[in-house]
């Protein structure tokens, strides 16, 4: 069976992803093929066309096209909860009872639209709740066998924004749901805008910048509760709409003028530090604690019995809850979904369609499920390229990039298919040596342009991990944050973050060959089985896709060194 998963309902993070007899083919988001990040307001035509090639399925072989956006019904509490929490904008409220099915029915004729302009003739269209899509991207494609609880914690899907339940014999069961505008991700969303950055983007800054600060400084614990099973969020501050936002030149915030009152004027500029560090450390210190409060109550007897959780949602991205997790007394295992954002809900629409289908789904082993380029194709791409690229073809790529970062130099390494979901694991990667004082600042400084707040992170060898992060929970991902050993943190000063953990990929040979190796390289060479890596993009640019993206990256700014498959491209 043919199924392809489609996202874009909520307007961000369109992607799209295939199936194939319960294999995942290909998973790729809308961004990376029109260079615009977060896709905005677009469906996923680019990402599906890519997602049918890489399958060579021919579009009227597909059996059903499934999307991470269902249809609410009145009998839901979701509709009347919201309509009641609105009250004070009262056209929202009505139009929840009245018309709560707007969004998915716009969204439903989109896709069809989409459908018919890719050919999709014979496919049935399968919607699928928003937070089941989730769900099923963590628990169906973790590979857990025994019961397991699932967390899927979001800004909001249809009207829910908090799932609680498990898996079981490959079926999903819900426990208990919260709907908006009871949104821990919506809160932490709004304290981003706050401290002046972007929701959907800036709340990774959010995390960086919390360590810098003391939460017990500042107490928010009135932005949010949690008491008798219900969280609440305080929409006196924030998580509002309409007239209750604050304003500024123009813009409507998510949180209200009385936050102003209460915390001071939102943070203006990447130079202001105090108070604002502090509400950053004491905003994540709100999450973890209700985000554990809320997982004890609702699943704190499944984690007992077998310790199997798996997770999704955009706040399963925030990998310093995630190290709390893994750290309660009967947790053996944390599967979080790497895509775990909206981009993630096409693979997860797709693989929940597939269980309900009745098909063995094979677990997700890596998230390499992008588009992939030939050295010809790398060779093509520089002799067409207008800045005239100064290249050559090398023998063995591992060990030329092994050398070059073994010098100190930073270095744009492409290669394989790309990453599905945020993180850049070894495919799509902008490297440096750890052990070399400053290459972080240099990569920040010449290429990056990022908030100082943002820790760069490790990737290592899967033998020297558990040395390394004092455990060998899997951490294929970086969705994880450990403690880094004492005796490692002299040796890899530039991925260890000012609270002495390290968001770290754990790399193994089966899954990136090409990658293991340049690490193997750069151990023999300075005895670092490490290095440090990063998105290969901009600041506000989505990660690179093509050889041409990575050419037109690498001379928009400072690198000199680039390696695309067995092709080196210098400045110097």
């Not at 905005?40 to 579009?59: Q, T």
């Not at 099915?101 to 699928?128: C, Q, W, Y």
């Not at 995390?207 to 969280?231: I, Q, T």
């Not at 005239?388 to 030329?400: D, I, L, M, T, Y």
């Amino acid at each position: 069976m043919i199924i392809l998963g489609l996202s874009g309902a909520l307007g961000h993070d369109a992607s799209a992803a295939i199936i194939v007899d319960g294999k995942i083919v290909a998973a790729v988001e809308e961004e990376r093929f029109l260079r615009d990040k977060h896709a905005k307001n677009k469906f996923p035509l680019e990402a599906a066309r890519y997602c049918l090639r890489e399958a060579g399925v021919r579009p009227d072989q597909v059996d059903i096209v499934a999307f991470p956006y269902g249809e609410i019904p009145l009998s839901s509490a979701a509709r009347w909860h919201y309509a009641k929490r609105y009250w004070y904008a009262p056209d929202r409220a009505l139009d929840a009872i009245f018309n709560g099915n707007r969004r998915f029915r716009r969204n439903r004729d989109k896709s069809l639209d989409l459908m018919r302009e890719l050919g999709l003739t014979k496919a049935r269209f399968v919607p699928v709740e928003h937070h089941l899509a989730h769900a099923s991207s963590a628990y169906h494609l973790s590979g857990f066998k025994e019961k397991t609880a699932i967390v899927g914690i979001d800004g909001k899907g249809e009207y829910a924004t908090t799932f609680f339940g498990y898996g079981e014999n490959g079926k999903i069961h819900k426990i208990k749901e919260f709907y908006d505008p009871d949104s821990l991700g919506g809160m932490y969303g709004a304290i981003t805008e706050y401290l002046g950055f972007e929701m959907l983007d800036g709340e990774f800054k959010v995390m960086g910048m919390a360590p810098y600060g003391d939460p017990a400084r500042y107490d928010l614990s009135r932005l949010a509760k949690f008491e008798n099973g219900e969280l609440k969020i305080n929409t006196d501050y924030v998580n509002v709409v309409g007239l209750r936002r604050y304003k500024e030149q123009g813009k409507g915030f998510y949180f209200t003028p009385k936050l102003i009152e209460w915390l001071g004027p939102k943070r203006n500029g990447d130079e202001i530090d105090d108070p604002y560090i502090h509400y950053a450390a004491s905003v994540q210190k709100l999450l973890e604690d209700l985000a554990l409060e809320m997982i004890e109550y609702y699943l704190g007897d499944i984690i007992r019995e077998t310790g199997r959780i798996a997770m999704a949602g955009g706040v399963a991205l925030n990998v310093k809850l995630n190290q709390r997790i893994i750290a309660l007394p009967h947790v053996k295992e944390l599967f979080v979904q790497p895509a775990s954002g909206d981009n993630g809900t096409s693979l997860g629409a797709a693989s929940f369609v597939a269980a309900e289908m009745g098909e063995p789904l094979e677990p997700m082993r890596h998230a390499y499920l992008g588009p992939s380029f030939t050295t010809e194709e790398c060779l093509a791409a520089c002799e067409a390229h207008p800045a005239k690229p100064k290249f050559q073809r090398v023998e063995n790529a591992s060990q030329k990039g092994a050398e070059i970062l073994a010098a100190g130099n930073p270095l744009a390494w492409f290669q394989g298919r790309m990453e599905f979901g945020p993180r850049a694991l070894g495919c799509r990667s902008i490297l440096g040596d750890p052990s070399h004082p400053g290459v972080a600042d240099r990569i920040n400084a010449q290429i990056k342009y990022r908030e100082r707040w943002r820790p760069f992170c490790p990737s290592m060898l899967d033998r020297v991990a558990p040395d390394i992060l004092q455990t060998d929970h899997p951490a294929p991902y970086m969705t994880f944050t450990f403690d880094v050993a004492e005796h490692w943190k002299p040796r890899i000063p530039e991925v260890v973050h000012e609270d002495g953990t390290a968001r770290a990929q754990v790399v193994t040979r089966e899954t990136n060959p090409r990658y293991y190796a340049l690490i193997e390289e750069l151990e023999r060479l300075r005895n670092v089985p490490v290095v440090l890596n990063t998105s290969l993009n901009r600041r506000g640019e989505p990660m690179i896709c093509s050889p041409t993206d990575a050419l037109n990256m690498f001379y928009g700014c400072d690198l000199e060194y680039l390696l695309m498959e067995d092709v080196l491209v210098t400045k110097k």
